[in-house]
């Protein structure tokens, strides 16, 4: 099967993200934030294993699973807590799976955290925290209840024939005072002991140990309740978090105000409100709009359909936009902006191109080419230009050999100039090495540095966090399905090394972006494929996903999924004071004839869609300014003509 049976020649991606990420490699942050990773590349233990380094443990955010869901933010006291909604309990549920990702075995020592806000109980009533239930059995195999004076903790014992519900009570503990408390319980084979707001704690030893082997395997945590509405939880949640193998306490109780300190706060509890009164919900501020509306301003005429689209300006010269064009003759076109549109300015021979990437070395100016086919005598390699000054235009730098090259990438480390190629596939293998080059000053040739195995790659996206470096690829096809893992690497001793792998489902594009100080990196998915399941009703009709930096976590977690169709590319840009991502939509399983969107970052509710705009076969997107203006430039991959939009600020 070849990707080009697929409209637009690429493959989309699956519903919904399955699962929700897997991280092999890690970074210890300390608590200046990202200028002080340190300890890059250790393994993160699995939560079967509780004897791993207790340096190494993440703790395990459940409160952050369930974001967005039925739940509104309040503000008491000055700290911000979720309020369960009680109609649907089982909506308040999400798999065990999504939390122990290498085993299905809860952790034999562990420490649970919360920080919550509790109302008055009526005497003789339970309220739940949270519990973990088996779809197949009615009983707890873990939870958290209180009642007006008492904490018990519960846990299920599969030794016994049927098993036995075991209960540990803690007595003597007020939470029902309208206060912030935070509560750490630490579990060690037999022994028990609950630390409130960081006082004395209270031990408690049983007989009976907790489980060295207890089975989450089709199991959900329930938040506030225990799948039922009885004994729902009426207070604010703020934190709730897991941390296999170690005791919490010393983690928490360092600081005086220990009602603030976390181990893990979900993002929505974090950003700072308007203010509010006590109980009030919350008015986050909707972002000023700025952004008016969207016009057509250019057709752009090309020399055929167009896979990419790169825009840069060179000093000096002016600003221009280079065209991946599908056909060969007459191959893809450098246009200028002149006079307020953009006018042919040079053709230049190419086969099939995908992509192109503007870069400089020094004083040097130069462009690559990624070429998807072979040329007339049959050979395969894509091609740098360099861009003469005496000629006022690119003429061929050189030439290297490429496998179906669908993109190019320019990164520079520690002074040192890199160049990334992904190569496709070589004939029908899709899982082959794409390469990376690094710059030689004596020779002024870019040479072999690494190679990296990918399957079907589409897209490289390199960024920087304080000293680290990173490189993301797509992944989109390993030859029966494109329900793959796509990978992010790491910088380390002059070379990358994996750091984390993500699914995805055909992905096409990366794109990374801050907001603040927070880091984002957007997934477009395109089409779901398996050649070894029965197909879904619709390949293209799926979500991106949007992942954030988590310190805490210490690797890239969910933050939003997106519905899209067969999205084949992200872009982030700014105008004034507000940000915004555009996706490519190209195709519904009907039409090619499809909506892309533009949406408005705003602040607590995430992305959200703000403006439609019609495309057709949208390919790409490119965000650029001049002094009249903001404007967009996407390309179609259906028909020789791009559009310019011009983005209508007041």
Known sequence: MDLQDFPLGLLSVHCALVGHYIALFWVRAVADGMKGLLAWGQRVPSPCVPDAPRAELRPLDVLAELLPGDVRVLRAQGLRGLQLHTSRPRALAFPASRLFLHCDRFPEEFSIIVTLRVLAV??????????????????????????PSKLHFLFWSPERAGGWQNRVTFRNVSLADSRWHTLVLAVSGPSFSLSVDCGLPKDVVLETPFPASLSVK?????????????????????????????????????????????????AVLQDVPVKAASNEVLKYPHVKQRLDYVEEYQDLVTNSETMGVEVFTIPRVGLFAATANRHSPPGSAVYKWTDGKFVLYQNIPTYQAQSWKYFTIGKKIFLAVANFEQNERGQEFSVIYKWSHRKEKFVTYQRITTHSARDWEAFVIEG???????????????????????????TGLFETNQTIPT???????????????????????????????????????????????????????????????????????????????????NFYAINSSIYELNITAQMFVKFQ?????????????????????????????????????????????GFVAAHHLPTVGCRDWEAFNTTEGSYLLYSSAKEPLSKVLKLKTT
């Open 122 to 147: 009526p005497t003789k009533r339970n309220e739940y925290i949270f519990t973990l239930m088996a779809e197949e059995s009615p009983g707890v195999l873990v939870g958290l209840r209180y009642s």
């Open 416 to 442: 040192e100039a890199f160049l990334a190629v992904v190569n496709h596939r070589e004939g029908n293998n899709h899982n082959i090495d794409s390469v990376i080059y690094r710059w030689n000053p004596s």
């Open 455 to 537: 399957s079907g790659a589409y897209d490289w996206e390199f960024f920087a966090i304080g000293p680290y470096s990173f490189l993301a690829v797509a992944n989109t096809f390993n030859g029966t399905s494109t329900n793959i893992y796509s990978h992010i690497y790491i910088w380390l001793s002059g070379s990358f090394q994996l750091f984390q792998s993500i699914l995805t489902f055909g992905a096409a594009d990366w794109e990374v972006f801050h907001i603040g100080d927070r880091v984002f990196l957007a997934v477009a998915n395109s089409h779901s494929y398996d050649s070894r399941i029965p197909a879904p009703s």
């Open 561 to 605: 999924d997106l519905l899209t169709y067969s999205a084949l590319d992200w872009e982030f840009f700014s105008v004034g004071d507000d940000s915004f991502l555009v996706v490519a939509n190209s195709f519904d399983g009907f039409t090619f004839s499809i909506n892309s969107i533009i949406y408005r970052w705003q602040g607590y509710e």
């Open 218 to 266: 089709r199991a959900s945590f329930y938040l506030g309740n225990r799948r039922r509405r009885k004994g729902f939880f009426t207070g604010l949640l703020r934190q709730l978090v897991l941390l296999p193998g170690a005791d919490a306490t010393p983690r928490i109780c360092t600081t005086m105000d220990y009602k603030a300190t976390a181990l893990s706060i979900p």
